[in-house]
């Protein structure tokens, strides 16, 4: 099974240096998984081409999918209301 590339903006870097120490882990373990194709939690945004976001608990990870170089590119980490 292929794996795929996770790669972070610059904003997304930061709102990941500003999580709360319990979710640096759960969200680091999230991506993983995601670079891995399991089956999570993950929807497609309405309006957005290849755009989708991963619930964990109260923040949200939103992410473009690039196919053609088997990329993630997550560009904001953010709560539920902000994201």
């Known amino acids: 099974m292929a794996r795929w590339k ?11 240096n500003r999580l709360p120490t319990g979710y640096h882990n759960k969200v680091e373990l999230l991506l993983q998984k995601l670079a891995h194709n399991a089956l999570l939690d993950i929807r497609h945004i309405k309006g957005e081409l290849a755009t989708f976001r991963i619930r964990l608990g109260k923040y949200r990870i939103l ?13 904001r980490i953010s709560t539920r209301g902000d994201a």
């Open 6 to 16: 996770i790669v972070f903006s610059k904003e997304a870097h930061k709102q990941f």
């Open 63 to 75: 992410f473009k999918r690039f196919e053609n170089d088997m990329t993630y590119l997550v560009f």
